[in-house]
């Protein structure tokens, strides 16, 4: 009880220093009520102590009924942890209303991660076959808070790595240890930055079961219907976005749904030409859950097809246009001019027997856009604008003791995607991945606590044949590499 009562008294003495965030009123009222709980609480003790030593001065009767009622007078009447902490709450969130509907949180990951290069047959071009070691970590914390009238509003900070004194390397919240060495303080940068607006009178009306606004820097909305082919997890777009979700059909074994998406985001504000660069994306899925083959769970299909519009990319990224043209050209061609990049996903979801949740996934992709044949010379791009994959992903991790493993297959045409936005992980040479490629993904996960992760990510990954490594901005060569990825997650 000591120990609550000096808790207390530095809770109070935190809330009489804590700068002007609430009215003064509301904050003396709440002190004094406090303070009013813990002499009543002290009174108590006292009481029951006097009791104690009364009941320890009677004689012993000898029976088992006189020796337990003193040990039964011995146990004070106390607040549990689960009430004491609910009090503290309550009483701070009404001196401070702001922190109801304030969400903290992030992460902390550790990386160990190993390249094994392997020489294709000696006709090809090989730049570097030097096997490497390095250890990473990623720290990510965001701030959320919900106003309770529809609006949200947060920021997220994540570490992230510089070239020159800029940040341009947007696939990719890695630092790595060593580099540029000795230990030197690491960056962090603003990794969201968002205001969204969802009206409560949408979430159940008609059809509509939620509609969704977001601007500024967030969260890919494309990403539950994408695969690394096209997005790379860390990618965060910047400008507006808007989701709906409508219910179509609801049945004891069946519902039906789909979810709409559509995006404009700024890729580049180009001062040094008449237009800037943007992405227009449009996205419909269908979403089925069915009983209806028997299982005890659900099964689960969804097929989305995407459409992202990318006008006026080449004027920030080919020619010089911008200071890093090269960098985030990555391994498309010179030719790859304006992207029009046409996905197609499929999933299914299901359970068998004793088996864990198996989920399959298929996805298409074609790059429908012009290609710029004055820049494309001799190479044969048009063979280059499409690629595919599939996968199976075993179990899903949620609480301590789950696990999931997966297997994937990628095929990735250079001008299929833009390089700059795909898995940046996706094989080697240098380390770095996106397109022109073709190998595989694999992994396993557990869930050591309810907050701690050990997972293993491998890639097997073969260069395609270099259309012409003058015209690719990096790593045309032909060669194979094992990637192997370690990592420990802590999330708070």
Partial sequence: MKRRLTFALLALFALQAAPAWADSDDMMSVLQDMKKQMSEMQRTIETQNDRIRQLESRPSTGSAAGMERPAEAQVSPSLSEQDWEKGIKDNIGNAIPWTKGLKLGGDLRLRAENFNYFEEPEDNVVSDTRDRTRYRFRLRYGVEKDFGDDWKVGFRLASASTSGGLQTDQASTNVTLGNPGYFTYKDIFIDRAYATYSPNGLKDYGMVSGVTIGAGKFDNPFLRYATPIVWDADVTPEGLYEKATLKHWSSENNKVYSHWTLGQFITHENSGQETDAQLYGYQGALAWSTYNFGTDAPVEIA??????????????????????????????????????????????????????????????????????????????????????????????????????????????????????????????????????????????????????????????????????????????????????????????
């Fill in 303 to 492: 097929s989305a097809v995407t459409y992202y519009d990318y006008p006026n990319y080449f004027q920030t990224v080919g020619a010089g246009n911008n200071f890093s043209s090269t960098a985030f050209l990555r391994t498309n061609t010179t030719a790859l001019d304006n992207p029009k990049i046409l996905d197609f996903y499929n999933e299914q979801s299901f359970k068998l027997g004793e088996w864990p949740l198996i989920t399959l996934w298929q996805d298409f992709v074609s790059n429908v856009g012009s290609i710029d044949d004055t820049r494309a010379g001799n190479n044969a791009v048009h063979d280059a604008d499409f690629a595919w994959g599939a996968g199976i992903k075993l179990g899903k991790m949620k609480k301590k003791k789950d696990w999931e493993a997966h297997w994937g297959w990628y095929d990735i045409g250079a001008n299929a995607v833009v390089a700059a936005f795909n898995d940046s992980d996706f094989g080697g040479p240098g380390g770095v991945g996106h397109t022109n490629r073709v190998g595989q993904k694999f992994g396993l996960g557990y869930m050591i606590t309810d907050s701690v992760t050990l997972s293993y990510t491998g890639y097997v990954v073969s260069v395609q044949d270099p259309i012409n490594s003058s015209t690719i901005a990096a790593n045309a060569t032909d060669e194979q590499v094992w990637r192997s990825q370690v990592d420990l997650l802590w999330k708070f």
